[in-house]
């Protein structure tokens, strides 16, 4: 039995190091983002016309807060147009949106559910109303936004520079809520500053996150509309772009803010669509982006990033449980000191991943400072917590691989916080860190 539990040991010790070998671009990644400025892009006098693309359902309570700062960009309202698509709603979303001055189309499909089929139907409105390319290009988001008054003005340099598809920084509106809101909002600062930053610093490929992205209307008309279905949406199409050789841009100075979960349901809801949705893409681009590390014309080094995250990250953390659960198993039926010994090595590595985790949350926090919304105190203590909500991806993969209902749910969303109130919090810790540094 000593044997055996060597063996898998052995094994384990195989798949981490193989696991470290694979992501190991990222410690690339982590000193650039560190120690060089992210890209500008030029100024320019030119105006894009541009559509916002809203997919809601059952957002009444925010909707109109996002609106509001559409509204008071500072680049010229004339060349904004707003479109929500009231995608299955049962409230008055529909309507506060009409009222703020928003386009709407109203949808109902309880069959095709989720965001690509609202995005499907939007685009047929637009081709049928005033043609794809009526607009330069369409800058998506989800209802629970707001956008920093210069985004759309950031992200037109960017556009106007010559990138068709553009990602921007994904910052939080309610950080210090909990927890769970913090573990969300660590994780999307350090993939906008320590994964797409460096990307776009290397001049590869940058990943789509969900919402807060530009895509010109010429994509949009090459693909027919919105052909993207999948559970994420939004991977799909980063990897169904990057085979077709395009470069995502990113943007760091075009700013949004999102809101996070705060309940453990929720957050397991939507993760385990996420995992469910990571293993979709991998069925079908998978082996287009295996093939594309050897054969791709430009972008090979963007499928071999693109594969990283959705091939090991997710395959290799099932074997590892799978292994260490034996181990435990074999060690419990052992002889005491065989168990003293096992456990305390099982102790080890559990530690030893929890200080990896507060490291990485460490080095977002320093980094990202100034752009964390939350008191000093939340700041430090959300550290610690951060190794939590990752660990909880674990038992959220193995569920994930035994049920077959995962579906797209909607989030709710209740933050009643506006631009404004955003600008205020900033002013204020401004000021405290002014009289800090004047002490």
């Not at 008054?149 to 939080?172: F, L, P, Q, V, W």
């Not at 093939?291 to 995250?309: L, P, Q, V, W």
Request: with cysteine; glycine share 6%.
């Amino acid at each position: 039995m000593e044997n055996v539990i060597n063996i898998l040991g052995i094994v384990n010790t195989v798949l981490s190091v193989m696991f470290g070998l694979s992501f190991a671009y990222q410690f690339v990644y982590a000193v650039l983002a560190v120690f060089r400025k992210p890209v500008s892009f030029p100024e320019t006098d030119k105006k894009h016309r541009y559509a916002v693309v809203v997919s809601a359902r059952n957002e009444e309570n925010v909707i109109v807060n996002l609106i509001k700062s559409i509204k008071s960009q500072t680049y010229p309202s004339e060349f904004v147009d707003i479109y929500v698509i009231a995608d299955n709603c049962t409230d008055a979303t529909a309507k506060v949106a009409r009222d703020a001055g928003a386009y709407v189309y109203e949808r109902f499909d309880m069959e095709r559910v989720g965001k690509g089929y609202a995005l499907e139907f939007f685009y047929n409105q637009i081709k049928e109303k005033c043609g794809i390319r009526y607009y330069d290009a369409y800058i998506t988001l989800d209802a629970d936004n707001l956008l920093d008054r210069e985004y759309i003005t950031e992200m037109n340099k960017a556009y106007d520079a010559g990138h068709k598809i553009i990602t921007s920084y994904r910052n939080s509106k309610n950080f210090e809520d909990n927890w769970i809101s913090a573990g969300y909002s660590m994780w999307f600062m350090r993939e906008a500053k320590f994964m797409n930053n460096p990307r776009m610093m290397l001049n590869t490929s940058c990943s789509v996150s969900g919402t807060g992205y530009l895509t010109d209307s010429s994509i949009i008309e090459e693909n027919g509309g919105w052909n993207c279905f999948l559970l994420t949406e939004d991977f799909e199409f980063t990897c169904d772009r990057i085979l077709k050789g395009d470069k995502i841009a990113y943007c760091d100075s075009a700013i949004f803010y999102d809101e996070q979960p705060t309940k453990f349901k929720q957050s397991w809801t939507q993760r385990t669509r996420w995992t469910k949705g990571f293993l979709q893409v991998y069925q079908k681009s998978g082996r287009g982006l295996m093939r594309g590390m050897f054969t791709a014309k430009g972008s090979k080094f963007a499928c071999y990033d693109m594969a990283m995250n959705i091939i090991p990250s997710i395959i290799i953390m099932l074997i590892e449980v799978a292994v260490w659960s034996a181990i435990l198993c074999l060690t419990l039926i052992s002889t005491p000191a065989a168990i003293g010994w096992k456990l305390f090595s099982i102790a080890l590595s559990i530690l030893g991943a929890y200080f990896m985790f507060v490291g990485m949350a460490l080095l977002t926090t320093i980094v990202e400072w100034k752009r964390i919304h939350a008191s000093t105190f939340h700041k430090l203590i959300y550290l610690l917590t951060f190794p939590v909500y990752m660990v909880t991806y674990v038992p959220i993969v193995v569920a994930m691989v035994f049920r077959k209902d995962v579906g797209w749910k909607p989030i709710q969303h209740s933050s009643v916080l506006t631009i404004d109130d955003i600008d205020e919090q900033c002013a204020d810790r401004a000021d405290k860190d002014e009289d800090k540094e004047t002490k």
